[in-house]
């Protein structure tokens, strides 16, 4: 009986899928290499307001908690359009992070959307123009498709921290932003709005600012966003991160990522001579590097599996012994909407960054928010600004959810697993994506920021498997064969359906059909 079952949710995902594949591969090659959908309030973004310049004595109109990516970059673009920003920050020193470090050409979009594509000038970022997959031996190249962009627009690799101070000195050379060192302990509230923040200084003393609009963008570990939002975060790896010196990548300016046993490992440049190793260990626990686990792992277990030019530096990396760690996060964006108060960046939204997604969603916010607040003179009626915000959350989804989306079911698929139809599923991924033309271009777009649909992302999921249970079809299908593969299109459903229940369905895919999808800017 659950054979039956089985086969017969096979034919019917069978035989409906090739009617929406052939819908959203007819999209794909018209649009794979098109600028992002952006929504018609987006297209002809009304001019920065002219305020009248303030000193830094008087209320600020935005308050923003923390200076990260997200955080320096919103100032920075809030300041440019006049309005006074106070940003707060627990410590303003150069960050030493491993993660946050691949912006996808779709983010390097949005800097340039923002004005803020010099920041990456004078911190050794490297170009990057796509992908290098491994699995057992073989490779195949996944190109960024840019074909219809400047020579100038492709990913971009660098040290987060630097990228963190560059966009920071912008942020604070405008008049209109005070950057203040600081720790924000809770949020101001009175009658339910968000009036503002108590924090502590550097020198440790109490203080309480307050503002019409506050923005929280602390990052994966925000103390804050339990206020504002409903986290469900999710822990599934590790990455373990090593730098590599002096070490040449098998394809100069790309990415690589090796399909190995447990989970995926990541290379990419970070410098003129310098390239990131992240290895992803599944669980929440890793080696002790105190007692010489995580060296003896690393060598044995990782350095086996790696592209043989990467082996030297890499083994003289783990001699050296600067070995970090940090957990991969991911919660689907819950808001609640709180008058007075947002929330941006990883404080809101996260994905498993195998994909390198975060800044791309991080970035694309901001120019969402900042066309969103771009018409209102002012921001002091809380209530009347919070029903009109509501339309950032749903604006925001049919790219935020896209990058989410791929990012977790790519990792599911990625990572080493027993089960004959998981390993089917794997190696038909591998070969789907070396087929080349709308087969690679079509998800490498999607990956990228370049085409973020979510249709494309389904319907490209699906073929995936389709195309797994063709292989095992052909050319002689055997029970066992039928059986793997409707087990295979059974694990894929089971991988993406629970990340978009989510995400939302209806946001994801009918965002036109939400009310606040309409919302018109008040007249403040």
């Given at each position: 009986m659950?054979?039956?079952?089985?086969?017969?949710?096979?034919?019917?995902?069978?035989?409906?899928?090739?009617?929406?594949?052939?819908?959203?591969?007819?999209?794909?090659?018209?649009n794979?290499?098109?600028?992002?959908?952006?929504?018609?309030?987006?297209i002809?973004?009304?001019?920065?307001?002219?305020?009248?310049?303030?000193?830094?004595?008087?209320?600020?109109?935005?308050?923003?908690?923390?200076?990260?990516?997200?955080g320096?970059?919103?100032?920075?673009?809030?300041?440019?359009?006049?309005r006074?920003?106070?940003v707060?920050?627990?410590d303003?020193?150069?960050?030493?992070?491993?993660?946050?470090?691949?912006?996808?050409?779709?983010?390097?979009?949005?800097?340039?959307e923002?004005?803020?594509?010099?920041?990456?000038?004078?911190?050794?970022?490297?170009?990057?123009?796509?992908?290098?997959?491994?699995?057992?031996?073989?490779?195949?190249?996944?190109?960024?498709?840019?074909?219809?962009?400047?020579?100038?627009?492709?990913?971009?690799?660098?040290?987060?921290?630097?990228?963190?101070?560059?966009?920071?000195?912008?942020?604070?050379?405008?008049?209109?932003?005070?950057?203040?060192?600081?720790?924000?302990?809770?949020?101001?509230?009175?009658?339910?709005?968000?009036?503002?923040?108590?924090?502590?200084?550097?020198?440790?003393?109490?203080?309480?600012?307050?503002?019409?609009?506050?923005?929280?963008?602390?990052?994966?570990?925000?103390n804050?966003?339990?206020?504002?939002?409903?986290?469900?975060?999710?822990?599934?790896?590790?990455?373990?991160g090593?730098?590599?010196?002096?070490?040449?990548?098998?394809?100069?300016?790309?990415?690589h990522?090796?399909?190995?046993?447990?989970?995926?490992?990541?290379?990419?440049?970070?410098?003129?001579?310098?390239?990131?190793?992240?290895?992803?260990?599944p669980?929440?626990?890793?080696?002790?590097?105190?007692?010489?686990?995580m060296?003896?792992?690393?060598k044995?277990?990782?350095?086996?599996?790696?592209?043989?030019?990467?082996?030297?530096?890499?083994?003289?990396?783990?001699?050296?012994?600067?070995?970090?760690?940090?957990?991969?996060?991911?919660m689907?964006?819950?808001?609640?909407?709180?008058?007075?108060?947002?929330?941006l960046?990883?404080?809101?939204?996260?994905?498993?960054?195998?994909?390198?997604?975060?800044?791309?969603v991080?970035?694309?916010?901001?120019?969402?928010?900042?066309?969103?607040?771009?018409?209102?003179?002012?921001?002091?009626?809380?209530?009347?600004?919070?029903n009109?915000?509501?339309?950032?959350?749903?604006l925001?989804?049919?790219?935020?959810?896209?990058?989410?989306?791929?990012?977790?079911?790519?990792y599911?698929?990625?990572?080493?697993?027993?089960?004959?139809?998981?390993?089917?599923?794997?190696?038909?991924?591998?070969?789907?994506?070396?087929?080349?033309?709308?087969?690679?271009?079509?998800?490498?777009?999607?990956?990228?920021?370049?085409?973020p649909?979510?249709?494309?992302?389904?319907?490209?999921?699906?073929?995936?498997?389709?195309?797994?249970?063709?292989?095992?079809?052909?050319?002689?299908?055997?029970?066992?064969r039928?059986?793997?593969?409707?087990?295979?299109?059974?694990?894929?459903?089971?991988?993406?359906?629970?990340?978009?229940?989510?995400?939302?369905?209806?946001q994801m895919?009918f965002?036109?059909?939400?009310?606040?999808?309409?919302?018109?800017?008040?007249?403040?």
């Open positions: 659950e054979l039956l079952s089985a086969a017969l949710f096979g034919l019917l995902l069978a035989s409906i899928l090739p009617l929406i594949f052939f819908f959203a591969f007819r999209d794909g090659i018209n794979s290499s098109a600028p992002n959908p952006i929504h018609p309030k987006s002809n973004s009304p001019a920065p307001l002219q305020i009248p310049p303030h000193s830094n004595d008087d209320n600020p109109d935005v308050i923003v908690v923390g200076a990260g990516v997200a320096a970059a919103l100032a920075f673009t809030l300041a440019k359009d006049g006074r920003v106070h707060i920050e627990r303003l020193t150069e960050p030493d992070r491993i993660v946050g470090e691949l912006l996808q050409p779709g983010g390097y979009l949005k800097l340039i923002l004005g803020l594509e010099d920041s990456l000038n004078g911190i050794e970022a490297q170009q990057v123009f796509g992908y290098a997959l491994y699995k057992n031996g073989r490779h195949t190249r996944l190109a960024y498709p840019l074909e219809k962009y400047d020579s100038s627009v492709s990913g971009r690799s660098f040290h987060n921290g630097r990228f963190i101070q560059r966009l920071r000195e912008k942020a604070a050379a405008f008049s209109n932003v005070r950057m203040e060192q600081g720790t924000v302990t809770s949020i101001v509230e009175e009658d339910g709005i968000v009036k503002g923040v108590q924090y502590k200084t550097k020198n440790g003393k109490e203080l309480t600012a307050y503002a019409p609009l506050t923005i929280v963008c602390d990052g994966g570990f925000s804050l966003r339990r206020k504002l939002c409903k986290p469900q975060i999710d822990i599934p790896s590790c990455f373990v090593l730098v590599l010196e002096n070490c040449k990548l098998p394809l100069e300016n790309h990415g990522v090796v399909l190995a046993d447990p989970s995926p490992i990541l290379l990419y440049p970070i410098s003129n001579t310098e390239v990131r190793c992240l290895v992803d260990i669980g929440q626990k890793v080696p002790s590097v105190a007692n010489g686990e060296a003896h792992y690393l044995t277990a990782v350095a086996p599996q790696l592209p043989p030019e990467v082996y030297p530096s890499f083994i003289a990396a783990i001699d050296k012994g600067n070995i970090k760690s940090t957990t991969n996060r991911s689907p964006a819950a808001p609640q909407s709180t008058p007075g108060a947002l929330l960046g990883d404080a809101f939204n996260m994905r498993h960054p195998l994909t390198g997604g975060g800044m791309t991080a970035l694309s916010d901001i120019v969402l928010l900042r066309d969103l607040l771009r018409p209102l003179s002012n921001l002091n009626d809380a209530d009347v600004l919070s009109y915000l509501e339309s950032f959350y749903t925001r989804k049919p790219v935020a959810s896209t990058i989410n989306t791929l990012a977790g079911a790519l599911r698929v990625f990572s080493a697993s027993p089960d004959p139809a998981r390993k089917e599923m794997r190696e038909a991924c591998f070969d789907y994506l070396s087929l080349g033309g709308v087969f690679s271009s079509g998800p490498v777009a999607l990956l990228s920021g370049l085409n649909r979510p249709l494309s992302l389904f319907c490209h999921f699906f073929a995936v498997a389709i195309y797994g249970v063709g292989r095992l079809l052909i050319p002689f299908p055997s029970p066992k039928i059986w793997i593969g409707v087990r295979l299109i059974t694990v894929a459903a089971g991988i993406i359906f629970p990340i978009i229940k989510a995400e939302g369905v209806r895919f965002p036109a059909t939400v009310p606040a999808y309409y919302r018109t800017p008040p007249m403040l």
